[in-house]
């Protein structure tokens, strides 16, 4: 009699504690079941707790890649450090840390599939787009006609990038002026002066060559950023066409004669005048190249000139190495990034939203991310102050800089559909290994324009 | 005594199969109906019949060859890299003094993460300070800058040498299995003056058997899984050179916003899955007896 009683009751002990295993895995407090997720705004909460009839903070979510080693993760750390100070009462920011851009951009086009997004999102890399598309989020018109000193520090251009229809569906945080760092000591040894048109930019390639010097810091991998910067400003310069190109929001027909002409360019730029590793690098390997006195120029905005006076990153003295310049033509790349869009759902929380964009894209926030991370404010009120100037005098030369260009367009990325961000990677060593023409790659890139739905 | 035992075996294995069901049968029913859809993020699945599938196997290079990787990459691991776990196996099953210190070195590539060893060999065939390329220099040839990971003519290569001879998975089923051999049969055999190597080709490999179509079905499946290492080392790339179908789902969906394509790879990746299984079954004769 024992023995079946003694089964029974062991069996449903163990039924028991799998059931609770199996819920335990399930909670509802998002931000308590993740090991991942943070929240960022324990003093807000904690007061908000020891007084009962005091109205909880407002819970937003908000994913980051800004975290790490990113170049931003001290301006992102920064402000939402500021923003619990001024309003953690009010809202309680949880942050989700999100190590890499594309798996950011990944984990946001599942969520947007499934419509769950959260409260705050930065819509880069076409992820605005599958938003807007998807009515997951709200558009800033009647938030910014409340608040027109707001909308004034966010500024008239900025706002018009990022409207589509009449409604502004995200406010950027930064414009970004991007020309190209280059090595002093190499350009003197080399006996050469930053270009002013591409016959001198590839002629002081030979020079630098010829001097011994590794002339450009390319990579073909991850998004190919610093040899498309270098692609977006040869198409950008060639004319009047090659200029509409790269201002035209996702451009389909790639099989033009600019967009040949600077392929058939870059091939050489890749066969003749970058380091042995650059077909299939990241961007860490091209930095490092550049950091290291490897190479003498390298691609790259602002947010960059940080690294140069770090030692874990660059060489001793390396920033006062350092110049930078405009593309040939007297151009540069000069966009507005995306921004922060909104996505959540009831009408607290897209209050409280508004409330946590509004203090990192306003005046504070901006200049947080100035002095925090050399990001370039959209507002022209917003200067650097005397601390950063002086310790970061290359930042002012790429202000003054950006103000004598006169020749603007946009990066690829800002401007190309994610599915091509993603195709130089494998189209580069195509080209570069003669697999295809400089023609063929355009058509290629036209068919995968084409797929993106 | 079978009725109660049948109660049981019910009571255990209901919460696996409401799990199974909720986890992965809800999953591939809706995979397998929205592969008839245009289905993008942000929209409505929108029912299109079989256009995904006529476009799969009539109108795109990029599944084929994904296919064709695939497939190739499935055949290595599961021979090769199976025939490279065994043979180590039955050395190491010879206990010379040295078995334990290489069971455990052969392990280590097998307990780093997929990320990690993709790292490793980025580092390790890097054109400009690869190890590998650095010792072709020390043997003269000065100029050596072969980028293993993007030339043509070496990038499959570069990433099938990522896993294929690591199979200390298989190693360590195929010991297990050997153990668990009677000693008595080796004895006899000794007595009859077998030699080593008649034991190991007579005795031992036909009793593996079974567990060798087990490893052959962990490993070539495996292959139908794999993306980390190519991800981190290729990308798929140059051009479609390294595509697998794992790696093509994941940029149809992703990249491309096609979920409904990208899912009509996924059911026929599935397919695909359940033919192999079912073949090395047949083939092996797994489950029956080993006579």
């Given at each position: 009699?024992?023995k079946?009683?003694?089964k029974?009751?062991?069996t449903?002990a ?5 059931a609770?295993?199996i819920?335990?895995c399930?909670?509802?407090n998002?931000?308590e079941?993740?090991g ?7 003093t ?9 009839a ?7 979510s ?8 990113h170049?931003?993760?001290?301006l ?7 923003f619990?100070?001024k309003y953690?009462?009010?809202v ?6 999100i190590?890499?851009d ?7 086009k599942i969520?947007?599939?499934s419509?769950?997004v959260?409260?705050v ?8 787009d599958?938003?807007?598309?998807g009515n ?10 409340k ?17 589509r229809d009449?409604?502004?569906w995200?406010i950027?945080?930064?414009k970004?002026?991007?020309?190209y ?8 040894k080399a006996?050469?002066?930053p270009a ?20 450009l810091?390319?990579?073909?991998g ?6 498309n910067?270098?692609?977006?400003a ?7 066409a090659?200029?509409?190109f790269?201002n ?8 033009t ?10 091939k050489?730029?890749?066969?003749k005048?970058t380091?042995?590793d ?7 390997n091209?930095?490092?190249a ?15 000139i940080?690294?140069f006076s770090?030692p ?5 003295d390396f ?26 759902k009831t ?6 939203a508004e ?11 901006q200049?947080?991310?100035?002095e925090y ?9 917003i200067q ?8 970061y005098?290359?930042f002012?030369e790429s202000i003054k800089?950006?103000q004598?260009?006169q020749?603007h ?14 195709a ?5 060593p195509?080209?570069?290994f003669g ?5 063929e790659?355009?058509?290629e ?8 739905k | 005594m079978v ?5 049981y ?27 008839f ?5 942000g929209r ?9 599938y006529i ?5 795109d290079s990029?599944f ?5 990787n695939t497939?190739?990459?499935v055949?290595l ?9 065994t ?6 099953n010879?206990?010379e003094?040295y078995?334990?210190?290489a ?9 780093i ?14 054109p ?5 390329n ?10 050596y ?10 990038a499959?290569?570069?990433?099938t ?5 690591y199979a200390a998975?298989?190693t360590i089923?195929?010991?297990a299995?050997i ?21 190991n080709?007579?005795i031992?490999?036909?009793?593996l058997?079974?567990?060798i ?22 990308g798929?790339?140059?051009?479609n050179?390294?595509?697998n179908?794992?790696?093509y789902?994941?940029k ?5 916003n ?5 899912n009509?790879?996924g ?12 073949l090395c ?6 489950g029956?007896?080993?006579?």
């Amino acid at each position: 009699m024992r023995k079946p009683l003694f089964k029974t009751s062991f069996t449903l002990a163990s039924t028991l504690i799998l059931a609770l295993s199996i819920s335990a895995c399930g909670s509802q407090n998002s931000s308590e079941n993740s090991g991942a997720a943070a929240t960022v705004a324990p003093t807000a909460s904690g007061q908000a707790s020891d007084t009962p009839a005091a109205k909880a903070p407002v819970k937003i979510s908000y994913l980051t890649f800004r975290v790490g080693t990113h170049a931003s993760a001290k301006l992102e750390e920064e402000q939402i450090k500021q923003f619990n100070a001024k309003y953690g009462k009010e809202v309680e920011v949880v942050v989700e840390e999100i190590p890499s851009d594309s798996a950011y951009e990944d984990k946001l086009k599942i969520l947007a599939v499934s419509g769950d997004v959260p409260d705050v999102v930065m819509g880069k890399n076409g992820i605005n787009d599958i938003l807007i598309k998807g009515n997951l989020v709200t558009p800033f018109n009647d938030y910014l006609d409340k608040d027109p000193e707001w909308k004034a520090a966010v500024g008239e251009a900025a706002l018009a990038a990022n409207t589509r229809d009449g409604k502004v569906w995200s406010i950027s945080d930064q414009k970004q002026n991007i020309g190209y760092f280059y090595n002093k000591e190499m350009f003197e040894k080399a006996g050469i002066q930053p270009a002013q048109t591409w016959d001198e930019f590839m002629s002081n390639n030979e020079k630098l060559k010829a001097a011994g010097f590794v002339p450009l810091a390319l990579m073909t991998g991850e998004n190919a950023w610093t040899t498309n910067l270098i692609l977006a400003a040869l198409v950008g310069t060639n004319g009047e066409a090659g200029n509409t190109f790269m201002n035209t929001l996702h451009p389909t027909d790639f099989n033009t004669p600019e967009m040949i002409q600077a392929l058939n360019m870059m091939k050489t730029m890749l066969e003749k005048y970058t380091t042995k590793d650059a077909l299939g690098a990241g961007y860490a390997n091209a930095a490092n190249a550049f950091s290291q006195n490897k190479a003498a120029m390298i691609a790259n905005g602002p947010w960059m000139i940080g690294d140069f006076s770090d030692p874990t990153k660059s060489s001793a003295d390396f920033d006062k190495k350092v110049g930078v310049a405009a593309y040939p033509n007297n151009s540069l790349i000069s966009t507005y990034e995306v921004g922060y869009m909104i996505g959540a759902k009831t009408p607290e929380t897209r209050d409280a939203a508004e409330k946590f964009i509004r203090f990192k894209t306003g005046i504070e926030g901006q200049t947080i991310a100035l002095e925090y991370g050399n990001v370039m404010p959209v507002s022209n009120e917003i200067q650097p102050s005397d601390a950063l100037k002086q310790k970061y005098p290359l930042f002012v030369e790429s202000i003054k800089l950006a103000q004598q260009t006169q020749v603007h367009y946009q990066s690829f990325d800002s401007i190309v559909y994610p599915n091509i961000t993603d195709a130089w990677k494998s189209l580069y060593p195509k080209l570069v290994f003669g697999q295809s023409t400089a023609e063929e790659i355009a058509k290629e890139l036209t068919k995968i324009a084409a797929k993106h739905k | 005594m079978v009725r109660k035992n049948k109660g049981y075996i019910t009571l255990f294995l209901l919460p696996t199969v409401v799990l199974f069901i909720i986890v992965y049968a809800v999953s591939i029913v809706i995979l397998f109906g929205t592969s008839f859809t245009e289905w993008s993020s942000g929209r409505k699945p929108v029912f299109i019949g079989l256009a995904n599938y006529i476009q799969l196997f009539t109108d795109d290079s990029d599944f084929r060859k994904s296919f064709l990787n695939t497939g190739v990459w499935v055949l290595l691991q599961s021979t090769i890299h199976v025939a490279i776990g065994t043979v180590f196996a039955i050395i190491l099953n010879m206990k010379e003094f040295y078995w334990k210190f290489a069971r455990t070195v052969y392990m280590f590539p097998n307990i780093i993460s997929g990320a990690a060893v993709g790292m490793l060999f980025l580092c390790m065939l890097n054109p400009d300070f690869g190890a590998v390329n650095s010792i072709v220099r020390l043997f003269g040839n000065a100029d050596y800058a072969q980028n293993w990971f993007m030339d043509y003519t070496t990038a499959f290569f570069s990433v099938t040498m990522t896993w294929l001879p690591y199979a200390a998975v298989v190693t360590i089923l195929i010991l297990a299995e050997i153990a668990a051999i009677p000693e008595s049969l080796f004895e006899s055999a000794r007595i009859d003056g077998a030699s080593e190597l008649k034991i190991n080709f007579y005795i031992i490999l036909p009793m593996l058997r079974n567990i060798i179509g087990t490893c052959v079905i962990l490993a070539g499946t495996s292959m139908l899984q794999k993306m980390d290492i190519i991800m981190m080392t290729t990308g798929g790339g140059p051009g479609n050179e390294t595509m697998n179908l794992p790696i093509y789902i994941y940029k149809t969906a992703l990249m491309e916003n096609n979920f409904g394509y990208s899912n009509s790879v996924g059911v026929f990746l599935i397919g695909f899955g359940l033919v192999f299984v079912l073949l090395c079954r047949n083939l092996f004769r797994i489950g029956s007896s080993q006579n």
